[in-house]
């Protein structure tokens, strides 16, 4: 019996493969979808708040023993298996692995932040020449703007969060002048479908403090239904969110939000298990006939497709192109970027109930955003927003997050936990590294997974312009604990000793030119026609905002190339772009 040939394999279920492989399946495509993980239930989620199995370690996500990541800090190093993921603790906090297994990859665990990216994001290295000088930037940066501006992206930004369901509060609506608390917000054709989640306990006192030191508060948005939203039921406040699946499907996971209608169609096939290892090519090598990969029994399949669609991890994704020796112009694992968070935790006087609602029930500041930081301090290359965290901590969590002057056992830990878990808040922001030379991927050569495949090794340090930009931001959260009244408050490290976030990005870089990226502005691979490679690895830049609103908003727009449909054009009036902010939040031309 001849196998069965697909009009489209999609390798990874996740963030941006679930939507492409749903949407061209409802098109009437035939669909072929390979996983590593399971094929997610909700049933499977209904005792989730488990602390030991999901934080502890690990049941999503990916360990070091069966998809080892090694890591040295420069390229005159030597590599060694991940430090901050291979601790003798045992603990597999999915915050420093990569994503979740399974459908809906990381979208299953992740806390739900949505962002748009500003208009000067897209333009990242014009803004900082333009402002600062062409000096400024490290001398062996490797940053470009994106092919693609928020004009191009705004109706994907808007299709993402009505079809599948965010919850916010619009600043720069069209047509809606009294929505303005984020003077620096991009123009946005409407509102989102739901309004914001009810805030944590402490959120407030941040936002009160926040307006007396002049800044500009608004309520962060959430993909988690803060009232039923097609058939999903509004978010319980559980206080088990980020690192944990919804046991009632409130939060925007991409196996509930985007698969089914794929599944309902009748052309789409899913296969769990799937370990793939190469993507096969004509013997020209200019496009691509499929994929192999190992099952759930170890043996080796190979399927065949006219169309394969790349949409793991961008890591994932970087290894499996390397694995299969596309990089004909070397730019495959480079110009890495990823997100420091510059955590910073105190103790609030009132009961802050961290155990309760989740860390997206909250508010953000983005006076330091961006280029917006450069009227502060011009020695920042990029600023980023600030954000409370006001619930959805677990006390194991908090054990491990307690400040290093806190005892660590016996009846000295147990006093400081009774004493002060109930009072724990936080805030945080995410500095990326500006890409350079030394910050990459490649493929380890020593070490090796289960099945012969090689490992991805990670080159990463933290540069000076990185920190600086963590400092930055930290002076302006003390400022507010201070505001707030905060009792006592510790910091990260303005160098965490991490190096992976889940929130990875740039390693097949999208752009016009082949010679100098791996994909075009529709995630189409420039070495193979028919071969595409999304997600967060297209990213030419990066910025202070989570990545996966902006996937799903460049996986709608492969949809559309795919099925050779135009790009969809935004609403808005054209004068509404290009418009740039002063940092008093007064818009100028």
Not at 479 to 500: F, K, Q, S, V
């Amino acid at each position: 019996m001849t196998p069965k040939k697909y009009d489209v394999i999609v390798v990874g279920a996740g963030a941006s493969g679930a939507i492409v492989a749903s949407e061209l399946a409802q098109d009437g495509l035939s669909v072929l979808c390979l996983d590593k993980g399971a094929q997610h239930e909700t049933r499977d989620f209904r005792l989730k708040q488990d602390e030991i199995r999901y934080y502890a370690r690990g049941a999503l996500v990916p360990s070091m023993k069966t998809d080892p990541l090694t890591w040295r800090q420069d390229s005159a190093g030597t590599e060694s298996l991940a430090p901050w993921a291979d601790s003798p603790l045992g603990t597999a906090n999915p915050l420093h692995l990569p994503p979740s297994l399974g459908t809906g990859g990381g979208s299953v665990h992740w806390g739900g932040a949505c962002w748009r990216f500003r208009e000067s994001e897209f333009r990242m290295r014009s803004t900082i020449e333009e402002r600062l000088g062409a000096g400024a930037l490290p001398t062996n940066h490797t940053l470009v703007d994106w092919p693609i501006s928020y004009a191009d992206l705004e109706p994907y930004y808007d299709k993402a969060e009505w079809e599948l369901g965010i919850s916010g509060r619009g600043s720069n609506v069209v047509d809606r002048p009294e929505l303005n608390e984020n003077p620096w917000e991009p123009p946005r054709a409407r509102d989102y479908p739901m309004p914001p989640l009810r805030r944590g306990a402490a959120d407030q006192d941040f936002e009160d403090a926040c307006r007396r030191l002049g800044f500009h508060p608004f309520r962060t948005a959430a993909a988690i239904a803060s009232e039923p939203f097609k058939g999903r039921p509004a978010c319980t406040y559980c206080g088990f969110c980020h690192g944990y699946p919804c046991h009632i499907d409130a939060k925007t996971s991409t196996h509930v939000a985007a698969l089914p209608a794929g599944i309902a169609s009748g052309n789409l096939e899913i296969r769990d298990f799937c370990r793939v290892y190469r993507v096969n090519r004509t013997s020209v090598g200019d496009r691509v006939t499929g994929v192999s990969y190992f099952d759930d029994s170890g043996e080796s399949i190979e399927v065949e497709a006219d169309r394969v669609v790349l949409a793991c991890y961008a890591l994932e994704n970087a290894r499996l192109l390397l694995a299969s020796d596309i990089n004909r112009n070397g730019q495959v694992g480079k110009h890495l970027m990823t997100h420091a968070f510059g955590f910073f935790m105190g103790l609030t006087k009132e009961p802050s109930n961290p155990y309760m609602g989740t860390l997206v029930a909250s508010t953000s500041i983005e006076d330091f955003s961006g280029e917006l930081v450069h009227d502060q301090d011009p020695s920042v290359l990029w600023g980023a927003p600030i954000i409370s965290w006001p619930g959805d901590y677990q006390p194991i969590e908090i054990a491990h997050a307690i400040p290093a002057t806190a005892p660590r056992w016996g009846r000295g830990f147990k006093d400081w936990m009774r004493d002060n878990y109930n009072h724990i808040w936080s805030m945080y922001s995410q500095t990326a590294n500006i890409p350079t030379t030394e910050t990459y991927v490649d493929l380890d050569p020593r070490r090796t997974d289960p099945w012969g495949q090689p490992a991805l090794r990670m080159t990463h340090g933290w540069g000076d312009h990185d920190a600086r930009a963590v400092e930055f931001l930290l002076t302006k959260k003390r400022a507010i604990a201070r505001e707030m009244g905060l009792t006592t408050w510790w910091e990260e490290t303005t160098r965490p000793d991490y190096h992976l976030s889940t929130h990875e990005v740039g390693t097949h870089r999208m752009g016009d030119d082949p010679a100098t990226s791996v994909v075009d502005r529709f995630g189409r691979s420039h070495e193979c026609s028919n071969l595409y490679v999304i997600g967060g690895g297209q990213f030419p830049s990066y910025h202070g905002y989570n990545p996966t609103e902006t996937i799903w908003a460049l996986a709608y727009l492969t949809v559309d190339q795919m099925l050779d449909r135009p790009m969809r054009t935004s609403t808005i009036p054209s004068e509404r772009f290009g418009i740039r902010p002063t940092a008093g939040g007064q818009h100028v031309n």
